[in-house]
């Protein structure tokens, strides 16, 4: 029997208590990817994950891995006959928690403070596996499509081998549409679809100028210390507007979205006085044009300092790429650059770090139709917003290129004050319960396809 939308809220709401005491158990799992030390508890947080669908009536669960990679876990309930299937994306792996100072409560025991849960993967992305799990609770038996559920277990250290899972087991994954929980929405009360991602290139670039550290006071005004040659090559990066300055790079327009200066500075946390940078709305500065960051450096510290020049640095480099642009383009692009701008002939070193693509997706046709359609109920109305991330799920362009045929919507749980991956990450209830809501009423809606 087919529910109407009316009855799948009144299901929803009976079983979000369960679902939230199945999240918090979940969070409990300090399932930290990166640690070694958290390997058992990222296996502990897999088979948690398979049991909680076992539990819903998924006969087909399994923890699989490709080589070398963390478990993941996939789960089957096959569709009606004629109904599409529509595989549900989310990850169990959780950041660090960082510096234990920081957190108000305890990292890995759920609390709730005011409007949210607090805990390091409250939000992201355990809140996904939660809302999928509610969209299902609130079918029971009649799941009116097919659908597979994907946890994977490594999102957080770059799913470094999930290009090999999906090309490994695409026959076992394949579907109509494709539900990526790992994004967010545009502000408390007002969903969105994530319609565009920026993609990452960073590298490690030493500057050595020294066979050997010498005296400041003997040799300084003569030899170039690594430390300046560092900065002044740094510096280079961009222009006096803060827009970046290594030629060709993409950058493109952005959604015709509004997104205030006084939000930005609320949202960001920048200190008072300190100027935005770059030029452009706010929008294509985060969403559809490059941005480039120096995110460590390795010099003297101030505290071991003497009169003496410094002899090497080295320095991680960031970059975000536009929608259009190519990681391996952008990362020859950014070596040529920093190549030719070394100053004083020092010797530069440049070693390529990680690589992903950015994606942007033509929002259109009856999964999408759907999708806003489920928004609009859940949200009372809001119309939903396609908006860009300035972040990158590299991911997204491998699902698309394994499964060309589906439609890839991207969503989430986090709010602009979810502060997923920093201190007091915390997921905003009564928004998590329109998540919840929102993707039980896409499966309706896309029942409606066959």
Not at 205 to 213: D, F, G, I, K, N
Not at 319 to 345: F, I, K
Not at 378 to 383: L, M, P, R, Y
């Amino acid at each position: 029997m087919t529910a109407t939308p009316d009855e799948i809220r009144s299901r929803l709401r009976d079983v979000l208590p369960s679902v939230r005491a199945d999240l918090e158990a979940l969070v409990r799992i300090p399932s930290v990817s990166a640690d070694p030390a958290r390997l058992d508890d990222v296996r502990r947080s897999a088979e948690a994950t398979a049991e909680l669908f076992r539990g819903e009536g998924f006969d087909d669960v399994r923890i699989l891995s490709a080589a070398g990679g963390a478990p993941a876990v996939v789960a089957r309930r096959p569709a009606p006959r004629g109904a599409p299937t529509v595989l549900l994306y989310a990850h169990h792996d959780v950041q660090p928690v960082g510096d234990l100072a920081l957190w108000e409560s305890e990292p890995f025991e759920p609390t709730a403070r005011g409007a949210r849960l607090y805990g390091r993967g409250a939000a992201d992305d355990k809140a996904g596996i939660a809302a999928h799990l509610a969209a299902v609770r609130a079918f029971g038996a009649d799941l009116p499509v097919g659908v597979t559920v994907l946890v994977e277990g490594e999102e957080e250290v770059g799913s470094p081998t999930l290009q090999a899972f999906l090309d490994e087991h695409r026959d076992l994954l394949a579907a109509d549409v494709i539900v990526i929980a790992d994004s967010g929405n545009w502000d408390i009360g007002e969903p969105a679809l994530t319609t565009s991602l920026r993609g990452l290139v960073d590298c490690f670039v030493e500057v050595r100028t020294l066979e050997h550290a010498v005296h400041s006071g003997m040799w300084g005004g003569v030899v170039p210390d690594a430390l300046t040659a560092m900065v002044r090559l740094l510096a280079t990066l961009h222009d006096d507007a803060g827009d970046v300055a290594v030629a060709g790079l993409v950058a493109g327009p952005a959604s015709d979205v509004e997104y205030p200066v006084e939000r930005v500075r609320a949202e960001s946390g920048i200190a008072d006085g300190v100027e935005l940078v770059g030029s452009g709305s706010v929008v294509e500065r985060l969403w559809t044009r490059p941005a480039i960051a120096i995110i460590g450096l390795d010099a003297t510290r101030t505290a071991d300092a003497s009169n003496t020049l410094i002899p090497s640095v080295r320095a991680k480099v960031s970059v975000r790429l536009a929608p259009g642009d190519s990681a391996e383009r952008a990362m020859r692009l950014l070596r040529e650059h920093l190549e030719r701008h070394v100053p004083w002939g020092a010797r530069l070193t440049f070693t390529p770090g990680e690589a992903g693509e950015p994606t942007a997706i033509d929002a259109t046709g009856p999964a999408y139709d759907a999708a806003r359609a489920a928004f609009r109920e859940a949200w009372d109305g809001v119309e939903p917003v396609d908006m860009g991330v300035g972040g990158s799920i590299p991911f997204i362009a491998a699902f698309r290129e394994s499964f060309p045929d589906a439609a890839v919507l991207v969503t989430g749980v986090e709010d602009p004050d979810t502060r997923a991956h920093g201190a007091n990450e915390g997921l905003h209830l009564a928004e998590f319960e329109r998540v919840c809501l929102a993707e039980a009423l896409l499966l309706h809606h896309l029942a409606a396809l066959r």
